[in-house]
């Protein structure tokens, strides 16, 4: 990740303004009666991400003590939260009255007033939010635009200058800068800004969209085309829909506009930006808050919305994800995306049926995209129905002519599945097929390293394999446990207490990691230690079949250990090959949408 996004993340985790408990930002706050109860829910339920259930709750008891600082602001927050940005002006009003300086109740009422194009009162609410390091960006961002939209370009240009600030802000103030002259006409100045970030920002979405627009409006499409083909081979995984529905405009004739074409919508990306920055690497909470103000200026953003919900997937609240992404227009080069989303959310709310039925109707509807049977066959595989998964992995395969480096994924998910039907011979000429295409990919280097491993078949290989999976993720638990049960396996019990150790430092949680370090233990001569890893397994909550064997040797230990080498697995649920499939079961992947 980069330098400026990495940098505004701690900024913002370690800003008050960020923290629910407390949006003043100073060290005190008003004291709440703890026999409101409706409180202590609406902290239950905020703690569980059920912020609509928290909304009623602090409301519940804001109705008990109307004038309470800390009612007001929790009710505030998770009415923002929610989107109901009509009663979360009235709380904001409410809420200054109590704390006049309050950033929150500042940012809410100035985006509200903007809403409205009335952009002096609404500079004048930004000001308030200039409390925090973070808060001090923020309204310098919003008051530029604030200045933008009653038509002072000089002055709106003269904030962003004004503040010095360390160097990830200075990445948001010039981007935004860039936005702004450009949108005044003042369009040299805005390609100096766009060509200085974009050397160290290539692969920023948002930031290639709009230098290579500028460069398009401008009439310089070579310069947009390299632009967008140099995000392109900087880009690693699939490259964002909207960078490809430009490039293919710039081939034709149509005019292509600026990305920010009004006041309100540049307001609308400072909160974007920001928000879809925070939640996407863990301050879920106000980055939420920061997105639904973006949604309130700009509805229809198909950016801050695919973004609102990727942060509901990841708080599981699949249901209010669907129905943020039925708000993003139709014909938008997100679309075909959005659809497989759709049907991988049905598939988590157990409707399988009506995933599959989206799915079969997308790869009916285009002959050439592959991406609604890739994600049929990732959901047959993620459950266990492996015969229906290889079905739709064959049809994939058709689709794509001569397989490609990036087509690996498709070559190893259709290989696992062959193994766990017993197929071995197809399943190992698909994952060499998948390492051919692309030798350093650990998931298969593991997964084929292992499995010879545990057939005692291309010994020397398979270890080196696992070896070389190891280095290129050496804090991945799964995979170093893999070369510490590989050791186990060949009887080399000591390196296996070595890597096995190891794993269950990165992954304590793991009930089967545990097991074998257990193992291991036990083979060694370390019988308490052992006990404890397998005691410490069960409480971890292991399937039903594992946590019998482990009472089983917790009561009897061991048998006596087999010769090193010559081990066999009888069938598919031996113990190395759960392991394997417990690290290999994944989710369908997510197409790129923020």
């Not at 627009?213 to 947009?224: I, P, S």
Request: with cysteine; charged share 25%.
């Amino acid at each position: 990740m980069h330098f400026a996004r990495t940098a505004l993340i701690a900024a913002l985790l370690a800003c008050p303004l960020c923290q629910p408990a407390n949006a003043r930002g100073d060290e005190t706050q008003a004291e709440v009666n703890p026999s409101l109860g409706g409180y202590l829910a609406g902290r239950v339920a905020r703690g569980q991400h059920d912020t609509e259930s928290a909304s009623q709750f602090f409301k519940r008891a804001l109705s008990r003590d109307p004038t309470n600082e800390t009612l007001l602001e929790q009710s505030l927050l998770m009415d923002l939260t929610e989107g109901e940005i009509a009663e979360s002006v009235d709380l904001a009003q409410r809420l200054l009255e109590v704390h006049s300086a309050h950033r929150v109740a500042g940012l809410v009422l100035g985006v509200d007033a903007a809403k409205n194009s009335n952009y002096a009162d609404a500079n004048e609410k930004f000001k308030r939010s200039a409390v925090s390091l973070v808060g001090e960006v923020t309204s310098t961002l919003a008051g530029a635009w604030a200045r933008y939209g009653r038509g002072d370009v000089d002055g709106a240009l003269a904030q962003l200058d004004g503040l010095k600030q360390a160097d990830w802000a200075q990445f948001y103030l010039r981007y935004h800068k860039a936005l702004i002259s450009d949108l005044a006409g003042r369009h040299q100045e805005a390609g100096r800004l766009y060509e200085r970030i974009f050397r160290s920002e290539q692969r920023l979405v948002r930031l290639t969209l709009a230098y290579a627009q500028h460069a398009a409006a401008r009439g310089d499409r070579k310069l947009a085309r390299s632009i967008v083909a140099e995000h392109m081979r900087r880009t690693t995984g699939n490259v964002h829909p909207y960078i490809i529905a430009l490039g293919e405009a710039l081939e034709g004739n149509d005019k292509i506009p600026l990305l920010i074409t009004d006041p309100k919508q540049g307001l609308s990306e400072v909160f974007f930006g920001l928000g879809e920055a925070l939640s996407s690497e863990g301050g879920i909470g106000f980055g939420t808050v920061y997105l639904q103000l973006a949604l309130h200026l700009d509805p229809s953003s198909p950016f801050a919305l695919a973004a609102l919900a990727s942060v509901y997937e990841t708080t599981k609240r699949y249901e209010s994800a669907i129905r943020i992404y039925e708000r993003i227009p139709e014909g938008t080069p997100m679309q075909a995306s959005i659809r497989v989303r759709k049907a991988l959310l049905l598939n988590q709310l157990e409707r399988v049926d009506e995933s599959r039925m989206l799915l079969e109707r997308m790869a009916d509807e285009d002959s050439s995209d592959i991406r609604a049977l890739d994600a049929l066959g990732n959901i047959m595989r993620s459950r266990k129905r492996y015969d229906e998964a290889i079905t739709y992995y064959d049809r994939v395969i058709e689709r794509i002519g001569p397989p490609q480096k990036q087509h690996w994924g498709l070559f190893f998910a259709r290989g696992t599945s062959y193994e766990r039907t017993k197929n071995w011979p197809k399943a190992e000429t698909d994952l060499q097929r998948a390492l051919k295409l692309s030798p350093d990919q650990p998931s298969v280097l593991n997964y084929l390293g292992y499995s010879w491993v545990d057939q005692n078949k291309n010994l020397k290989l398979g270890m080196e394999h696992i070896r070389k999976a190891v280095r290129l993720r050496p804090d991945d638990g799964h995979i170093v446990d893999s070369l510490g049960w590989a050791h186990y396996r060949l009887g080399n019990y000591r390196e296996a207490v070595r890597y096995l150790e190891r794993a269950v430092e990165l992954m304590p949680q793991d009930p089967i990691l545990n097991d074998h370090l257990g193992d291991a233990y036990w083979r060694v001569g370390r019988r308490r230690e052992a006990r404890f890893q397998w005691n410490q397994s069960l409480t971890l909550n292991p399937e039903p079949e594992d946590a019998d064997k482990i009472k089983s040797k917790l009561a009897d230990g061991l048998p006596v250990r087999a010769q090193p080498r010559t081990v066999k697995r009888p069938n598919q649920q031996a113990r190395g090959d759960v392991q394997r499939k417990k690290r290999t079961e994944v989710s369908p992947a997510s197409p790129q949408l923020r």
